[in-house]
């Protein structure tokens, strides 16, 4: 079954604390994505990578990193400098050939909680 | 920079009747155009697409969009709503070059009442 895991689905931390939310893809797609979601503010955008080594920011890149050293993976990691990070975290990934819909399949969330 | 505007942030509507969600775009060039349904606490799903071809486009489960060049949106509807259609809906929109990320408006919350 191809699709995108997120783990852990719940993650508890205490303040001052980095932390770190997996992302993996198995359908061989080249671009990855972040996304944090809070209620009524819909989808923000983080950071995104379009090819293995490389990766941008979003519109809200402050206060984390990503790495992406492979195709599959493009981990997270929130730091303690992120002043609000309690939130769902959307991973999605998407095709870059131009015969693809550019349509993004996004992973199943991490709810992160920061005390 | 493109921005998509959902102009209804919950929309309550009682089972069986119609629906209708309001999209709308911002884009000096072609788009592609989705419509995403989330259930709480859980990712997002591609409910339907538009990236060319007949303006009408339509889901399995009933929904359908029109894109309106002209009017720049792409509004949601289905004629008859289920108790299971409760959930958030987004807009997106690629403007269909490389793999630039999707823009996304803010959700509509759809809520069916028995």
């Known amino acids: 079954d191809g699709g995108i895991t997120q783990s852990p689905k719940y993650l508890f931390r205490k303040e001052g604390q980095n932390v770190t939310l997996s992302c993996e893809q198995n359908?061989?797609?080249?671009?990855m994505y972040w996304y944090r979601q809070d209620p009524g503010q819909g989808l923000r955008l983080i950071y995104y990578?379009?090819?293995?080594?490389?990766?941008q920011k979003g519109d809200i890149a402050e206060g984390y990193s990503v790495s992406r050293e492979k195709k599959e993976s493009f981990p997270l990691t929130v730091t303690s400098a992120q002043k609000n990070p309690t939130a769902f975290y959307l991973c999605?990934?998407?095709?870059?050939?131009?015969?693809?819909?550019?349509?993004?399949?996004f992973g199943p969330g991490t709810r992160l909680t920061v005390t | 920079a493109q921005s998509v505007t959902q102009l209804d942030s919950q929309v309550p509507v009682f089972e069986e009747a119609p629906v209708e969600l309001r999209c709308n775009y911002s884009s000096s060039v072609s788009v592609y155009l989705f419509w995403y349904v989330q259930y709480p606490n859980q990712g997002l799903q591609l409910l339907l697409k538009y990236l060319s071809g007949s303006t009408l486009v339509e889901s399995i489960n009933g929904f359908e969009a029109e894109f309106n060049k002209s009017q720049t949106s792409f509004h949601l509807r289905k004629p008859s709503v289920h108790i299971s259609d409760t959930a958030e809906y987004f807009c997106a929109v690629s403007e269909g070059e490389g793999n630039t990320p999707l823009v996304f408006g803010k959700g509509t919350r759809l809520s069916v009442i028995a």
């Open positions: 990578s379009q090819i293995v080594n490389d990766f």
């Open positions: 999605a990934s998407s095709t870059t050939s131009r015969r693809g819909s550019y349509e993004q399949y």
């Open positions: 359908l061989n797609h080249d671009a």
